[in-house]
Structures are given as C-alpha cells and as structure tokens.
C-alpha cells in the first residue's frame, strides 16, 4: 500500500453509531466491571469514558466478532491503570461500592430492574435463617466475613460457606 | 469439575474480589485474569450487579437479628419469672387450702364434742334421718352419724338456746 493509499486515522475510526451502538449495549455492563474494579463510581465513570475514546481510535483494530470482549479488556486496563494511578485505599473504595445511600447510589444502580429486584427480594426471603443472616451482615451491615464469624462465634470458613451458597442462589434470579 | 461448579467458583471469586475480601496476591492475580479473561470480566460484572440489586432491596425484608440472642434470653427470663410466679401462687393456694382443711378438722371435732354432749338431743334428729332413709337417697348412708348431717346441711342438730357451745360455734 503506498503512503497515499494509506488511509488517515480519520477515516480509520469507528463511526460514531456503531460507538452508539457498543455503548447502548455494553455501557451497563462495562459500568459494573469497572465499579467492581475500582469501586468508586466517578473513577468508573472516567475509565468507561477513557475505553469508549479507545474504541472510537482504534476499534477498527478489533475483529468484528470478539469486539465486546475487546471493549472489555480495554476498560479494564483503564481501570487499572486508573486504579495503580489513584493508589486508591481498599477500604475508601469499598466504602463507596457498598454505599446504599439512596442520594449517593452509583449510577448504574438506577439500571437495576424492579423485576431483578423482586426476584432477588423473594430469593433472600427463602434462604435458610443462617445465611440470610450472613447476607445481610455482609451487604446490609458492611461487615467483613471476620468480623460477622466473631460476631456469630461462627468459624470463618462456615461463614463464607453460608455466604457462598447464598450467592448461588441469588445470582440465579440475575438468569432469569 | 463440571462448568457449574467452576463457575460458581469463579462467581465467589469475583464477589470477593468486589467485596475487598481478598488478600492482595490473589487480588493482583485476578486482575491479570481479568485483563485476559472475558468470562472474568463479566463476572466481576454479574456481581456488582447482584450487590447492587440486594442492596435495593428494603430493610424490612424479615431477617434474623442480630440482637437474637438477647431478645431470646430477654424472653427465656421472662418466662422463667413467671413459672416462678404461677409457682409462688400455686404454694400459696395449696397452702391456704390446706389450713381451710385443717381449720374444718378443728370444727368437725367440735362438731363431734358437741354430739357428745347432746347425746340425748340426737334423736330429734333422727326424724331427719329417717326422712332421708325414706326417700331412699341416704340409704347406704345410714351409718352417717347425725352431727356429719347436721354440718353438712348447715342446720343445728339441737336448738341454738340449748347448745352450750353456741358461742364457740359461732366464732
């Protein structure tokens, strides 16, 4: 290809509807990893931000068929550089990812299906008292699995296993 | 191990890791997995998800408290205070009845001193027990002597003015 064939960088980037297009698909999703990762909702906001640019730059780089798991990676080395950038505390951005302040809820909280919920409520409402009791202590309390095990006299391994099996559970009516 | 369980592994793994709950190696080794790894990310997804979702779900969802185990000893004393109670009323109430009995021993021995001492006055009496043998009622009772009757009727087996034990009786 001679240098006047090459095409530009202009002409190499992803239109902006197919960006559209990635984003209205993949944006809620991508949100929650990043939030997973950093646990600070505008640290999440910046690295989603940061791996739609890449997207729009050098998509085109992407085979067409692995380009959600490409966007994927992208923002998750966003978030990590972010996150070795930031040095962020783990306990201030856990503080942040388990907020349930409703003024202060992350934004892909609002994304989260009535229906989801309703499933998930009914779900907790079937678990065995023991690990309902851990789940709530776990999510509600903010407490870790050391301090619930010394609160309960509960081996820790015990309390994990109740919180695990719970999570089985619960995660299904996220399938359904 | 099939796909299930390794991906309930991997579905713990990823909400340990969002919850902090991992110790920093692993931590480090599982972002080296997610920067590879699709079905990493999108469980690291999956699990925020459902965090998120159980926290929107009100606190009025019954759960057991934590205070369990005070409302159970607070409810156990409770109890324990009032068998003690039903107890104390219970001694107390076969104790009185017990010195009811005894102060109605006390009267039928009286009561027999008295027949006793009007001995000739029971005949008069015996128009009454005669009265209850003819009615066919009293019949295997004949040998119930007069003054059981006359206790147990309420009605003096001799005239008041003639029972020089009238005023005992009436204490």
């Given at each position: 290809?001679?240098?006047?064939?090459?095409?530009?960088?202009?002409?190499?980037?992803?239109?902006?509807?197919?960006?559209?297009?990635?984003?209205?698909?993949?944006?809620?999703?991508?949100?929650?990893?990043?939030?997973?990762?950093?646990?600070?909702?505008?640290?999440?906001?910046?690295?989603?931000?940061?791996?739609?640019?890449?997207?729009?730059?050098?998509?085109?780089?992407?085979?067409?068929?692995?380009?959600?798991?490409?966007?994927?990676?992208?923002?998750?080395?966003?978030?990590?550089?972010?996150?070795?950038?930031?040095?962020?505390?783990?306990?201030?951005?856990?503080?942040?990812?388990?907020?349930?302040?409703?003024?202060?809820?992350?934004?892909?909280?609002?994304?989260?299906?009535?229906?989801?919920?309703?499933?998930?409520?009914?779900?907790?409402?079937?678990?065995?008292?023991?690990?309902?009791?851990?789940?709530?202590?776990?999510?509600?309390?903010?407490?870790?699995?050391?301090?619930?095990?010394?609160?309960?006299?509960?081996?820790?391994?015990?309390?994990?296993?109740?919180?695990?099996?719970?999570?089985?559970?619960?995660?299904?009516?996220?399938?359904? | 191990?099939?796909?299930?369980?390794?991906?309930?592994?991997?579905a713990w793994t990823a909400f340990r890791y969002i919850s902090n709950e991992m110790p920093a190696d692993e931590a480090a080794a599982f972002e080296l997995r997610?920067?590879?790894?699709?079905?990493?990310?999108?469980?690291?997804?999956?699990?925020?998800?459902?965090?998120?979702?159980?926290?929107?779900?009100?606190?009025?969802?019954?759960?057991?408290?934590?205070?369990?185990?005070?409302?159970?000893?607070?409810?156990?004393?409770?109890?324990?205070?009032?068998?003690?109670?039903?107890?104390?009323?219970?001694?107390?109430?076969?104790?009185?009845?017990?010195?009811?009995?005894?102060?109605?021993?006390?009267?039928?021995?009286?009561?027999?001193?008295?027949?006793?001492?009007?001995?000739?006055?029971?005949?008069?009496?015996?128009?009454?027990?005669?009265?209850?043998?003819?009615?066919?009622?009293?019949?295997?009772?004949?040998?119930?002597?007069?003054?059981?009757?006359?206790?147990?009727?309420?009605?003096?087996?001799?005239?008041?003015?003639?029972?020089?034990?009238?005023?005992?009786?009436?204490?």
């Open positions: 290809m001679s240098p006047a064939e090459k095409p530009n960088a202009e002409e190499l980037r992803v239109d902006s509807a197919r960006v559209a297009a990635l984003y209205i698909e993949h944006a809620d999703d991508l949100r929650r990893l990043l939030n997973g990762i950093l646990r600070n909702s505008e640290l999440a906001a910046e690295a989603l931000q940061a791996a739609f640019v890449k997207a729009v730059e050098v998509g085109h780089t992407a085979k067409q068929e692995t380009l959600k798991a490409w966007l994927f990676r992208v923002a998750v080395n966003e978030a990590l550089v972010i996150k070795r950038r930031q040095k962020v505390d783990g306990e201030a951005i856990r503080r942040v990812a388990w907020s349930q302040s409703k003024n202060d809820s992350l934004p892909d909280d609002r994304l989260v299906r009535w229906e989801t919920v309703e499933a998930v409520r009914l779900a907790m409402e079937g678990l065995p008292p023991e690990q309902r009791q851990v789940v709530r202590m776990r999510v509600y309390e903010n407490k870790t699995f050391a301090v619930i095990a010394n609160e309960l006299g509960t081996p820790l391994s015990t309390v994990l296993s109740r919180m695990q099996l719970a999570l089985r559970k619960l995660r299904g009516k996220l399938d359904k | 191990m099939s796909n299930t369980m390794v991906q309930s592994d991997l997610l920067a590879a790894d699709q079905e990493s990310r999108e469980e690291v997804a999956r699990a925020v998800e459902l965090t998120q979702t159980m926290a929107r779900i009100p606190q009025s969802v019954p759960q057991p408290a934590t205070v369990r185990p005070w409302r159970q000893r607070l409810s156990w004393m409770t109890a324990g205070a009032a068998v003690c109670l039903a107890v104390m009323l219970c001694g107390e109430f076969v104790r009185s009845a017990m010195v009811g009995r005894s102060a109605s021993s006390v009267d039928g021995s009286r009561i027999a001193g008295m027949t006793f001492d009007t001995d000739m006055e029971v005949t008069d009496t015996d128009a009454n027990d005669a009265d209850l043998n003819a009615s066919g009622v009293m019949n295997n009772e004949v040998s119930v002597p007069s003054w059981l009757l006359a206790a147990v009727t309420g009605k003096p087996a001799t005239h008041p003015d003639d029972n020089p034990d009238d005023d005992v009786l009436d204490n």
